[in-house]
């Protein structure tokens, strides 16, 4: 147990530039409280002694302002920097060496049960306020930036940044699904209105082209313009 501690204040040393000294972490870095509060809550929840362990993270949560389940799952050299509104689900399983920032929520989504949260292998880092949701798994090495909003697994050693955020339901009608990697399918309603308008600049382009053509050549429109009369 002491000894994971200390690899928990070394990861923040190596991994926060800021840091100068292991006891300026030991008193300074609220996400290292949370850890090693973690760490020993952790350890409770495992002999059963569920209750006391929920309570206990509250009040680690109260003083750390990171809010760890016992349950939670987390390996060696664990960094969470800065901490504030760092939420880690139940289920969660985190391998060793990996960094969170401030406000990473590893949730679920709300559909699953038993396995909900989802599993970091080793060497993840997760950017400012990203959502990794669901029983899903980030691949080791992977970082995930800033903001974004994880729901399907990430395979090693990638980068992923923005957030998918659409509509799927409307008054309780599932709606048009639009997903950036799914293909898209003529029968889309937005596709649909996308080919309407393409087609309605086609016509206003071809009517300009004939405006334009008849003001540098009136004599040539004219005469195309008798012919269609004729036939
Ligand atoms: C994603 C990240 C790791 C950079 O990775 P990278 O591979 O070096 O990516 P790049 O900087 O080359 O950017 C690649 C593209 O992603 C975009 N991008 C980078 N980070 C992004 C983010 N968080 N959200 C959305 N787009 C992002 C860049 O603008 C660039 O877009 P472009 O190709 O259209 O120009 C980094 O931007 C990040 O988000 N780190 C998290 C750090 C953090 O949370 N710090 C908190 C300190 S308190």
């Not at 204040?9 to 006891?23: V, Y």
């Not at 362990?53 to 960094?79: C, D, M, Y």
């Not at 409307?170 to 799914?182: A, K, L, S, V």
């Not at 308008?197 to 004599?219: D, F, G, H, V, W």
Request: hydrophobic share 40%; net charge negative; with cysteine.
């Amino acid at each position: 147990m002491f000894g994971t501690l200390l690899r928990d204040i070394q990861a923040a040393r190596e991994r926060d530039p800021a840091a100068r000294s292991n006891l300026e972490i030991l008193l300074c870095y609220s996400g290292v409280h949370a850890i090693m509060a973690h760490r020993i809550i952790h350890r409770l929840w495992q002999w059963k002694l569920r209750l006391l362990a929920r309570w206990l993270s509250q009040t680690a949560k109260f003083f750390t302002n990171v809010a760890i389940h016992p349950g939670a799952e987390i390996g060696e050299g664990f960094f969470i920097d800065h901490g504030t509104g760092t939420v880690i689900g139940e289920t969660s399983e985190i391998g060793d060496g990996v960094t969170l920032f401030q406000g990473v929520t590893l949730g679920g989504t709300g559909k699953e049960s038993g396995k909900r949260h989802p599993t970091l292998e080793d060497n993840v880092t997760v950017g400012a306020h990203a959502q990794i949701l669901g029983s899903i798994t980030i691949g080791e090495g992977s970082v995930i930036g800033a903001a974004a909003v994880v729901v399907d697994d990430i395979p090693p050693y990638c980068t992923v940044v923005g957030s998918k955020a659409y509509v799927t339901r409307r008054d309780g009608e599932r709606t048009y699904d639009f997903r950036h990697d799914h293909a898209l399918r003529a029968e889309d309603p937005l596709i649909q209105q996308l080919l309407d308008r393409i087609k309605q600049l086609e016509e206003e382009i071809s009517t300009l082209k004939a405006q334009c053509q008849a003001y540098r050549n009136p004599q040539a429109a004219h005469d195309r313009q008798s012919n269609a009369e004729e036939q």
